[in-house]
């Protein structure tokens, strides 16, 4: 007994083992994997014409039938539209002796179920002649699994690379692309706004549009519509609108015409105009209105308003005055929910319509302590972790994956509806879309299914289905490269060492608690490790569409980032640390370094992305290449 009791505990470990293998093999580990412990009549050699069946499936076939059955010889494969399946994207396949079964629930769960199908198959029929009986059940944690790339800080992608970039968000089941809009859609009464920024058309949107939803991914405009409104604003044509049209002193310094002022009607009148031309290209029933940052508020116009109401009930009114603009449109709004926790007790006077969005994006932001507010006052809510790699030029993946697993757990526990990734372009947008994959995939992946074995497996992952390189090496030199600004050793914060040399070239080192912390050690130690990254990258053999410019985006991104290394230890050796007192050889030689930079940020730019916003970008670059001369 005790023999055949050890004999049982033995094949159920090995199957577990079996098991969780598969599970890490796959893209997307599924929710549910159970191996049989026979075989299947399935054999190896009839896996890849079912693997080819599949692939040709086609949505339309299921409009008019729920059903597709076909023979493989005595073996037979179902295809199954099935209603019953009631969790979020929800599917199944299950193989057992002669018969295949594949259920779905709609087009969504359709395309994931031909991915995990096909990957499961070529898996097993690697493994062994004989296919084991297994069943696969699976759905989704989170019902929209979001990322939202920044269009308005600087960079604006070609039409050709934004579909190429929701091809691969489709495969990562990201069902919801937002594109961060402050100016660069082309509203046909403000040319002045976004002439020079190569915005989206009205055109090119409904396009997208049709062109996400048959990738299963549902497309929400997004368009800022109180705060960053900067390049607005800048001009007099706008001025009125403005909480200060002059320099108002905010927390983070004086500032002047970024927020509108929501005591002003007319404010009110651009956004019910602008929405009334942007929303119609959209058929998603949601829309971002943004709201975030709005570091002007009751220090200019509506001071008087702030006094009598108090800054809360000033923000939440224009917040629902939004709303209401929005639902003129036929749109359930989305808000940033950063100012309305400043002011908990507003939280219940939400409308239940709109749903706020609760962003951080610190390895130690409190996700715990605030999801909880908008869970008590019955809203749905959106849990918004980030890529890390904006102010950054190669990423911080460290940061990056605390903050994505910390956000898919909390979201997870306390109910939240969605989980947006968010990929900014603060400061120029120099790190390139490449760096941003692995945070973007394993947060796709904590999205559908969150399991800690899906960091482990995150170099594996990407090799295989996203940069398709059998060397394993151009993961292993993403990864390496994206954890190199630890090596700084300075406190960590929204910026690393590298983007802060570049970014506060003429401010002291005192004047900023990272800065102030910037060492010789830790910048060569960073730089080392930049190298080791950069030699493990010159053994990649990437075979995806856009392998050359990965390659290449890679290495310039490097370089900057190593540029801003070298700046650094220029001025630790200097008095008073600052970049004036560096001598002028040694400036000379940094400058040189930098032009080189700059007139490849210029042409790599133009391969992925339109040149609006480009001068913007290389002139922060510009810039300091004239104060080193």
């Not at 296919?131 to 050709?160: C, H, Q, T």
């Not at 053994?539 to 190593?562: F, H, N, W, Y």
């Amino acid at each position: 007994m005790r023999l055949l009791l050890s004999l049982s505990l033995c094949l159920f470990y090995f199957q577990f083992l079996a098991q969780k293998n598969i599970s890490q093999h796959l893209a997307i580990p599924p929710q549910h994997l159970e191996l049989g412990l026979k075989n299947s009549q399935l054999i190896a050699d009839q896996v890849p014409e079912i693997i080819e069946f599949i692939q040709n499936l086609q949505w339309e076939s299921f409009q008019n039938q729920h059903l597709i059955k076909t023979k493989f010889e005595a073996f037979v494969v179902l295809v199954l539209r099935d209603q019953l399946l009631k969790k979020i994207d929800e599917y199944s396949l299950s193989l057992h002796e002669n018969q295949l079964i594949l259920r779905f629930q709609n087009l969504s769960s359709f395309h994931y179920l031909k991915k995990t199908s096909v990957q499961l198959l070529q898996y097993l029929q690697q493994e062994s002649d004989t296919i084991p009986d297994f069943l696969v059940k699976d759905w989704a944690n989170f019902e929209r699994r979001g990322y939202m790339l920044d269009i308005s800080r600087d960079k604006v992608p070609n039409f050709e690379s934004t579909l190429d970039f929701v091809d691969l968000l489709s495969e990562w089941r990201i069902n919801e692309l937002q594109l961060y809009t402050e100016h660069t859609f082309a509203y046909k009464n403000h040319q002045r706004v976004w002439e020079n920024y190569s915005p989206f058309t009205a055109e090119q949107i409904r396009k997208l549009d049709s062109y996400c939803r048959a990738k299963g991914i549902d497309l929400v405009p997004n368009q800022n519509s109180f705060g960053h409104l900067a390049t607005w604003l800048k001009h007099d044509q706008y001025k009125e609108l403005a909480e200060c049209e002059d320099n108002c002193k905010t927390k983070w310094g004086n500032s002047k015409r970024t927020s509108l002022a929501p005591t002003n009607p007319n404010s009110l009148k651009l956004m019910e105009e602008l929405y009334s031309e942007l929303l119609p290209n959209f058929t998603s029933p949601y829309f971002n209105i943004g709201g975030d940052e709005t570091l002007e508020l009751c220090l200019g116009k509506s001071k008087a308003a702030c006094d009598s109401l108090g800054k809360g009930k000033v923000y939440l009114d224009y917040i629902k005055k939004l709303n209401a603009a929005a639902k003129a449109q036929h749109k359930d709004c989305q808000f940033w929910g950063d100012i309305i926790l400043n002011h908990p007790e507003l939280i219940a006077e939400i409308p239940k319509n709109m749903t706020p969005l609760v962003w951080g994006y610190d390895a130690i932001y409190p996700f715990d302590k605030n999801l909880p507010k908008f869970k008590a006052a019955g809203l749905d809510f959106y849990v918004c972790p980030g890529t890390s790699t904006w102010r950054s030029e190669i990423g911080k993946n460290q940061n990056a994956f605390i903050n994505l697993k910390k956000a898919a757990v909390e979201g997870k526990k306390n109910g939240a509806k969605g989980y947006l990734i968010t990929d900014w372009g603060d400061y120029g947008h120099f790190q390139p879309r490449s760096i941003s994959y692995a945070s973007i995939i394993l947060g796709a992946s904590y999205a559908w299914n969150y399991q800690d074995y899906s960091l482990n497996n995150l170099e594996e992952t990407l090799n295989k289905y996203v940069f398709l390189d059998k060397s394993g090496n151009s993961a292993k030199a993403l990864l390496c490269l994206g954890n190199a600004y630890q090596k700084a050793n300075i406190p960590e914060g929204n910026a690393n060492a590298f983007h802060l040399m570049i970014r506060r070239y003429k401010w002291t080192l005192k004047g900023n608690y990272q800065t102030r912390e910037l060492n010789k050690k830790g910048l060569m130690a960073a730089e080392e490790e930049i190298d080791r990254g950069l030699q493990i990258l010159s053994k990649a053999m990437p075979e995806c569409k856009d392998a050359s410019l990965i390659l290449e985006e890679v290495k310039q991104a490097s370089a900057l980032a190593k540029f801003g290394i070298h700046l650094g230890l220029a001025r630790l050796e200097v008095e008073d640390k600052k970049t004036k007192n560096i001598p002028p050889s040694k400036r000379k030689a940094l400058a040189q370094e930098l032009k080189i930079l700059i007139e490849n940020h210029k042409r790599i730019w133009l391969l992925r992305n339109r040149p609006g916003g480009l001068q913007d970008s290389s002139q922060k670059l510009q810039d300091l290449y004239l104060y080193l001369l």
